[in-house]
């Protein structure tokens, strides 16, 4: 059973809908595992994301969260005491890099399949989608900065690409970019989010989503469904 929340990429006010639905999921005694690579040292350290992740959660009184930032030589087994993974927002293209590189994005992938949950805000989330091409879109639109060339994402939402921080001026972008790719994009808001089980997309945020395919713009509120 894969259980996914995907976050548009706001601040914890924008996101507090979003997180207090992945807190509730997570099983008792089990911790959260935070991976905050995707963050370039120039913006954030890892101890000030850390800091934040911590933050954001203490409201929701869940405080059992470890922090990884070398994945390499890790093994399945080393996930044992987790019953969710955060993967945090910053440069898409990277992030998928050093999940191939490290060898992570097979345990992550396993992990998934063992029905555990992931949670992924921004960069997290776009590598859910088919293609993690949407990055280069938008409002923080991200620099191929590591000439990645198979930008093939993991492909578990029900074949979209996915596009966070939405918003409406990019519209034209947005449809500029599916008419090159022949693709289909979710487009999440910062202020909203998405639960992705079993085939069945739910919106969870504050705000509407977007879905965009075959020349047109689809409106889902909150709490509505896309099958």
Request: aromatic share 12%; with cysteine; hydrophobic share 40%.
């Amino acid at each position: 059973m894969i259980k996914l929340i995907l976050a548009g990429g706001g601040d914890a006010p924008d996101s507090k809908l979003t997180d207090e639905f992945f807190v509730n999921m997570i099983p008792k005694g089990k911790k959260m595992l935070y991976i905050p690579i995707a963050m370039p040292p120039s913006e954030h350290s890892f101890d000030e994301c850390f800091d934040w992740i911590k933050s954001v959660f203490k409201p929701l009184k869940f405080i059992d969260i470890a922090m990884w930032i070398d994945l390499s030589n890790k093994r399945y087994e080393d996930l044992e005491p987790f019953g969710a993974i955060y993967i945090g927002g910053g440069n898409t293209f990277s992030l998928l890099n050093d999940l191939r590189n490290t060898g992570f994005i097979e345990l992550l992938k396993k992990f998934i399949a063992d029905g555990r949950i992931l949670y992924g805000g921004s960069a997290g989330a776009i590598i859910l989608g088919k293609d993690i091409g949407t990055a280069a879109l938008g409002k923080y639109a991200d620099e191929n900065l590591v000439n990645l060339t198979d930008t093939s994402g993991l492909d578990l939402v029900n074949g979209y690409d996915v596009h966070c921080h939405y918003e409406e001026k990019y519209d034209k972008e947005i449809f500029g970019y599916i008419k090159k790719h022949n693709s289909k994009i979710i487009a999440i808001p910062e202020k909203s989010g998405l639960l992705v089980e079993d085939g069945k997309i739910k919106v969870i945020g504050f705000e509407s989503v977007y879905v965009f395919k075959n020349g047109e713009k689809i409106a889902l509120e909150s709490n509505s469904l896309l099958l």
